[in-house]
Structures are given as structure tokens and as C-alpha cells.
């Protein structure tokens, strides 16, 4: 069974605050390394000491027994700072919780998310991009599409984490233009999420020749949008952005699909929802994805 790893340093501890799909594979990597991981119980009555899933690695045969530590919420000495891999929706109670146990205000917080808020903080954050893909079932979390991770280059402050960071994921870049990244991806989100939930597809389907025109206007309509919120972001790049993810990640399932799947909230609003806002504000049509946002809505929520 892997569990989180040896603590040789007394305040060297990643508190994770979110153990779905991403946060299980982010959880797994840590733990590979050997590197100190907690996380807080859903529930205050829980009796395990772990939270206990199973994980197949990328291209692996084998799904292994995995166990995070539970952390007791009195004392959080050892813990140096924060992952958070939560929707959207939920940053707001994340940052709560955060405040109820007395984390102090300095600890560095790590936010991986798809969509996008306004959420004010006085607490240093970090933004974290990734195009891994991950797949969850009650059974397996399988990590199924070999991605690339960002993180805000001013995280290289805190040394000790910076080290961590580079330690347990092979694959991250340090990147000085984070807010572009995270436009980008969010761009990237708002094209296949709410399509792959609304034709109940894989993102490898998506690239079949009945969904070309659509997701190229919902391309073109986020370019507008982007250049009048002041982010370069050029429509060939971001198109063959969108087509080579959806290579990359063919296998898998949306995070947006697999929450109606399971009949959970989804971030339509953080996505979607936040684009059609934002092109509001700036007097900008989005057709396509009002149709799409409207589509979607009447599908699922009634």
C-alpha cells in the first residue's frame, strides 16, 4: 500500500484539500516520491485514519491500494503548505476550512482548477495548470493521458516547496506568465467540456468531422473574447491546442461528463457560464456558446 512518506523534516507537510480525480493523481505522484501528504476527513465522525482509493498509473497494469493520512485538525505543525484540487464552487469553502483550523496566512496555497472566479484573498496563491487526464469510477482512478504541468514561477520563493514540487512531478515547468497559462486553458475547458457533456462523448470523439464547425466557432468566439479582455491568444494555437489535447487525452472522459454522469454539480458556470459574464462586460456576442450554455442547461438542469 502506498502511504504519504516519511516526514524527515518536522514542517515539510503538503496538506490536500480535495481528493478527486486530479487530486489523486497529484496525491500519487507526492507519495511516489516519498514526500509528507495529509488531507482533512469530509466528515467529522470518520473513524479511518486514511483516505484509502485505488489508483493505475499511466500506461500501468497494475492498480495499487493507496492511503492519505488524515490530518488531526487541532494540529497542523507539520504542515508548510497547501494543494488544492477542488471545483470551482467549492474554493470558497476550502478557503473557510482553511481559516477554521488556523492555518497561518504565509503558508503558500497551490489552486488547480478548470474554471474561472473571482475569489479575493489576502493568502499567497499559486495557479496550477495541467492537461493530464484523469478518469475516476467508484472502483479505479486511472491516469490515462500523459500531460504537461505549470505552475506560477513565483512559487520559486518558497525553497523548500519549490524543491518538493520539482521532486514529485517529472513533468511541471515553472511558468512566469501564469495568467496567460490559465486563460489558455480555460479557453481550452470551455470548448471541450461543455461539448463532450452535451453530445455524451469522449474527448477523442470530439475531433470526428459532425462536431468540426461547432468547436471551431466556439474557438473563434473565445479568441474574440480574449483580445478584449486583453489576452493574446491566437485562433490557429489555440485550435490545434484543442485538437491535440483531444488526441492526447482520447480515452478519457471530461471531468464536466463524468459530474453528469454521476448526477454531481458541474462547473458549467466557472466555464461557460464566466465567459458569457465576461463577454457581457465588454459588450461581445458569443452565439455559439449561449446556444451551447442554453443546450446544456436544458439537458440537465431542470
Given at each position: 500500500?502506498?502511504?504519504?512518506?516519511?516526514?524527515?523534516?518536522?514542517?515539510?507537510?503538503?496538506?490536500?484539500?480535495?481528493?478527486?480525480?486530479?487530486?489523486?493523481?497529484?496525491?500519487?505522484?507526492?507519495?511516489?516520491?516519498?514526500?509528507?501528504?495529509?488531507?482533512?476527513?469530509?466528515?467529522?465522525?470518520?473513524?479511518?485514519?486514511?483516505?484509502?482509493?485505488?489508483?493505475?498509473?499511466?500506461?500501468?497494469?497494475?492498480?495499487?491500494?493507496?492511503?492519505?493520512?488524515?490530518?488531526?485538525?487541532?494540529?497542523?505543525?507539520?504542515?508548510?503548505?497547501?494543494?488544492?484540487?477542488?471545483?470551482?464552487?467549492?474554493?470558497?469553502?476550502?478557503?473557510?476550512?482553511?481559516?477554521?483550523?488556523?492555518?497561518?496566512?504565509?503558508?503558500?496555497?497551490?489552486?488547480?482548477?478548470?474554471?474561472?472566479?473571482?475569489?479575493?484573498?489576502?493568502?499567497?496563491?499559486?495557479?496550477?495548470?495541467?492537461?493530464?487526464?484523469?478518469?475516476r469510477s467508484p472502483e479505479?482512478?486511472?491516469?490515462?493521458?500523459?500531460?504537461?504541468d505549470w505552475i506560477d514561477?513565483?512559487?520559486?520563493?518558497?525553497?523548500?516547496?519549490?524543491?518538493?514540487?520539482?521532486?514529485?512531478?517529472?513533468?511541471?515547468?515553472?511558468?512566469?506568465?501564469?495568467n496567460t497559462r490559465q486563460?489558455?486553458?480555460?479557453?481550452?475547458?470551455?470548448?471541450?467540456?461543455?461539448?463532450?457533456?452535451?453530445?455524451?462523448?469522449?474527448?477523442?470523439?470530439?475531433?470526428?468531422?459532425?462536431?468540426?464547425?461547432?468547436?471551431?466557432?466556439?474557438?473563434?468566439?473565445?479568441?474574440?473574447?480574449?483580445?478584449?479582455?486583453?489576452?493574446?491568444?491566437?485562433?490557429?494555437?489555440?485550435?490545434?491546442?484543442?485538437?491535440?489535447?483531444?488526441?492526447?487525452?482520447?480515452?478519457?472522459?471530461?471531468?464536466?461528463?463524468?459530474?453528469?454522469?454521476?448526477?454531481?454539480?458541474?462547473?458549467?458556470?466557472?466555464?461557460?457560464?464566466?465567459?458569457?459574464?465576461?463577454?457581457?462586460?465588454?459588450?461581445?456576442?458569443?452565439?455559439?456558446?449561449?446556444?451551447?450554455?442554453?443546450?446544456?442547461?436544458?439537458?440537465?438542469?431542470?
Open positions: 500500500m502506498l502511504t504519504g512518506g516519511q516526514m524527515t523534516d518536522s514542517h515539510s507537510t503538503m496538506l490536500l484539500m480535495g481528493a478527486g480525480a486530479i487530486g489523486q493523481l497529484v496525491a500519487y505522484q507526492w507519495q511516489q516520491a516519498n514526500l509528507p501528504l495529509v488531507t482533512l476527513p469530509r466528515k467529522k465522525s470518520a473513524t479511518d485514519s486514511y483516505l484509502r482509493y485505488q489508483f493505475r498509473g499511466y500506461q500501468s497494469n497494475k492498480v495499487e491500494a493507496c492511503a492519505i493520512p488524515f490530518a488531526d485538525p487541532s494540529d497542523i505543525s507539520a504542515i508548510h503548505a497547501v494543494f488544492i484540487a477542488v471545483k470551482t464552487y467549492d474554493l470558497v469553502n476550502v478557503f473557510t476550512e482553511l481559516d477554521r483550523i488556523e492555518l497561518p496566512q504565509q503558508y503558500p496555497i497551490i489552486c488547480a482548477h478548470n474554471g474561472l472566479v473571482d475569489l479575493t484573498t489576502t493568502r499567497p496563491c499559486y495557479t496550477w495548470i495541467t492537461t493530464q487526464g484523469v478518469t479505479v482512478t486511472e491516469h490515462k493521458g500523459l500531460g504537461v514561477s513565483d512559487i520559486k520563493k518558497h525553497r523548500l516547496l519549490s524543491k518538493q514540487l520539482r521532486t514529485a512531478f517529472t513533468r511541471l515547468e515553472f511558468d512566469p506568465d501564469i486563460w489558455q486553458k480555460f479557453c481550452l475547458n470551455c470548448v471541450i467540456n461543455p461539448l463532450t457533456a452535451v453530445h455524451q462523448c469522449l474527448n477523442g470523439e470530439l475531433l470526428a468531422q459532425q462536431y468540426q464547425q461547432q468547436y471551431r466557432q466556439l474557438v473563434i468566439e473565445l479568441v474574440t473574447l480574449s483580445e478584449a479582455l486583453g489576452y493574446w491568444v491566437n485562433a490557429g494555437e489555440l485550435l490545434s491546442l484543442v485538437e491535440s489535447v483531444c488526441q492526447a487525452t482520447a480515452a478519457n472522459q471530461s471531468s464536466m461528463l463524468s459530474d453528469v454522469k454521476a448526477k454531481r454539480k458541474t462547473e458549467i458556470e466557472a466555464l461557460t457560464g464566466y465567459a458569457l459574464k465576461k463577454a457581457a462586460e465588454v459588450d461581445i456576442n458569443m452565439p455559439t456558446h449561449a446556444a451551447l450554455y442554453q443546450q446544456f442547461n436544458q439537458l440537465y438542469l431542470r
